[in-house]
């Protein structure tokens, strides 16, 4: 069942598909971090360098097809378009305050 997401999930997800990253980047935590299966950016800067690579530079733009909550984590089920990836991907946020904490990408 496809729910409303988080307000800082639906700005991150604004951000990527605008090509946004100041609006992306500053919807972490000040320690935030991006597990991009398994690699790990933890800060703005390494968040920021990541995304200039595979993500917001590779003109990526996430196709949200489901929202659920489950334990503390929000699962965005989503299409992923752009020049980089493309293909069926899972988000997983966990928030903390009104920012995102983390987000880990899985298929």
């Known amino acids: 069942m ?35 299966w398994g690699r790990e950016f933890r800060g703005a800067a390494r968040i920021r360098a990541w995304s200039d690579a595979e993500l917001i530079g590779a003109r990526a733009i996430i196709g949200v097809r489901n929202v659920e909550r489950r334990g503390g984590e929000i699962i965005v089920t989503a299409r992923v378009g752009g020049t980089g990836f493309n293909g069926p991907s899972h988000f997983f946020f966990r ?10 990408i899985r298929v």
């Open 2 to 36: 496809t729910q409303q997401t988080h307000p800082a999930v639906q700005a991150l997800l604004d951000g990527v598909n605008s090509g946004d990253a100041d609006a992306f980047i500053g919807c972490f935590t000040e320690d935030g971090v991006v597990d991009d």
């Open 95 to 104: 928030i903390r305050g009104d920012r995102v904490s983390r987000m880990t």
